[in-house]
């Protein structure tokens, strides 16, 4: 790992349940070096054809917090005394689940005596996937259910040079899945990745909402949703043709995975950067990446991706990114250890970096 000047050995534990994941990790860090010990996650999966409601994602994580945390520390093989701080996501994210995971992780720092550190959820996504790949001064892709940003690091902030201005890519996609009734398990972007395999003959004409640096996807969501029904009413496509579940997952992935190399060879160049990191629950999309890289090559570049253990919400970006911050000095006092909706992810001072 890159920026970890000589410290000594520290470990801490994470806690994420800003949307439908529940996961608690205990990361190393030893010198400059750091190790996972544990990365422990427990989905909550709704019935095909709707998505996950706050109260009841919030009733999982209360009701698996607790055996996932014991899970956690087992395979991590440490006792409580090992442990430095306990970190937990203050945000952005959905307000209950963020809460439930946020009084579990204080309950802990209180029966274990131990400073807490709120942690932004998607500063802890960039900090593991360049932990996990190496990239060292990368343009980010951060494409998740809730986030959509191009970002570059300068002058001790992640920087946003591009974002979605209304739904972000990864929700576009769950919401399409409701539309086919396709299963949310174990995710429903996965399941239109599957789909879209199968797809190909057809490319459907739907929107291409690049405006500037930003994109906008309710559009393309509402097109799509237009020609689902008129397949399932037997409508044909603009050829004659007839199309299929599987060709209309194909034309969304092209279409807006096109938009975002768009804006992320653009911020590239901007920035000088020669390296894509691509993080958030999206960036495990094999397409995406195929896409990504193409790009990347063609300008002497190339693209940086972890798998569904890392891409994924997980605890262990939290921890992670929460004793980046700890080494420096920062604490969230325990009556200031309040979570938020919204938390951008240029509000943070990296002092980790130099």
């Given amino acids: 790992m890159t920026d970890l000047l000589k410290k000594p050995r520290r470990i801490a534990l994470g806690c994420e349940g ?23 996650r427990h989905t909550f999966v709704s019935p095909p054809g709707t998505g996950f ?39 952005p994210g959905m307000g209950a689940p963020l809460t439930s995971v946020a009084i579990a992780a204080r309950t802990l720092s209180l029966l274990w005596n ?17 932990a996990i790949t190496g990239a060292s001064h990368p343009v980010v892709l951060y494409v998740s259910g ?42 429903p972007g996965y399941n239109i990745e599957q789909l879209a395999k199968q797809g190909g003959r057809i490319l459907l004409d739907l929107p291409y909402a690049v405006k500037g640096m930003d994109c906008s996807f309710s559009g393309i969501l509402t097109r799509a949703d237009e020609l689902a029904a008129h397949m399932k ?20 992935q092209e279409t807006i995975f096109a938009m975002l190399v768009e804006i992320t060879e653009r911020a590239m160049a901007h920035v000088g950067s020669s390296q894509v990191l691509i993080v958030g629950g999206v960036g495990c999309n094999e397409r995406l990446q195929e896409m990504m890289g193409a790009m990347a090559v063609r300008g002497g ?5 972890t798998d569904e253990r890392f891409c ?6 939290i ?3 929460g004793l980046l911050a700890y080494e420096t000095g920062f604490q969230t006092p325990i009556e200031e250890s309040t979570c938020t909706q919204r938390f951008r992810t240029d509000e943070v001072l990296v002092k980790w970096r130099k």
């Fill in 301 to 305: 570049g190339s693209v940086y991706a």
């Fill in 233 to 252: 009413s037997g409508g044909k496509g603009p050829d004659g043709e007839a199309f299929t579940p599987a060709d209309l997952c194909f034309s969304l």
């Fill in 18 to 40: 800003s949307a439908n994941k529940l996961g608690i990790g205990i990361i190393l860090h030893e010198n400059d070096t750091s190790t996972v010990l544990s990365n422990i």
């Fill in 319 to 321: 921890a992670h990114a």
């Fill in 114 to 130: 131990k400073p807490l550190v709120g942690v932004n959820h998607c500063v802890g996504h960039i900090e593991m996937g360049r």
């Fill in 53 to 91: 409601l706050p109260k009841d994602t919030a009733a999982h994580h209360r009701s698996f917090f607790v055996r996932i945390a014991l899970q956690a520390l087992r395979v991590a093989n440490i006792t409580i005394p090992d442990i430095d701080c306990i970190c937990y996501t203050r945000g």
């Fill in 312 to 317: 994924i919400d997980n605890g262990i970006m």
């Fill in 146 to 187: 809730g986030n959509t940003q191009v970002i570059a690091y300068a002058e001790q902030r992640y920087r946003i040079f591009g974002e979605a201005l209304d739904i972000a890519v990864g929700n576009c996609l769950d919401r399409f899945a409701r539309t086919l009734e396709i299963s949310n398990d174990p995710a």
